[in-house]
């Protein structure tokens, strides 16, 4: 059964730092565009960040509102991906989803960009930026 479980979240002053994981099991991500996605309260949820590999090479793709901040990898190894958050906002603050969705001919871009493609979704980790 495939399933992926986030970790990570937390409450951190603005300007700090917090790294989210993402364990996938069920699948190996080899054949998957991974990514995050976040919602806040009374928002609809977006494409944060994502990637692809092919011939192991990464392809990444980053929200204009997190790129310079924000870093996604992926150890296909362990089935694992990351998000590290740095110089975080209070307008970071939402519930953030790891996703996946087999590899498409398109780029990561736009699948970043068709969250409800997606298929498969973790629960949602909180993350909370206050001072």
């Known amino acids: 059964q495939l399933q992926l479980v986030e970790s990570g979240g937390g409450l951190v002053q603005p300007g700090g730092s917090l790294s989210l994981s993402c364990a996938a099991s069920?699948?190996?991500?080899?054949?998957?565009?991974m990514g995050w996605f976040r919602q806040a309260p009374g928002k609809e949820r977006e494409g944060v960040s994502c990637?692809?590999?092919?011939?192991?090479?990464?392809?990444?793709y980053y929200a204009d509102s997190v790129k310079g901040r924000f870093t996604i990898s992926r150890d296909n190894a362990k089935n694992m991906v990351y998000l590290q958050m740095n110089s975080l906002k209070p307008e970071d603050t939402a519930v953030y989803y790891c996703?996946?969705?087999?590899?498409?001919?398109?780029?990561?871009?736009?699948?970043?960009?068709?969250?409800?493609?997606?298929?498969?979704w973790g629960q949602g980790t909180q993350v909370t930026v206050a001072s």
């Open positions: 996703a996946a969705v087999p590899r498409r001919i398109t780029t990561v871009k736009a699948m970043c960009l068709m969250i409800y493609d997606f298929d498969y």
């Open positions: 990637i692809s590999s092919s011939s192991s090479v990464d392809t990444t």
């Open positions: 069920g699948f190996t991500l080899d054949y998957y565009t």
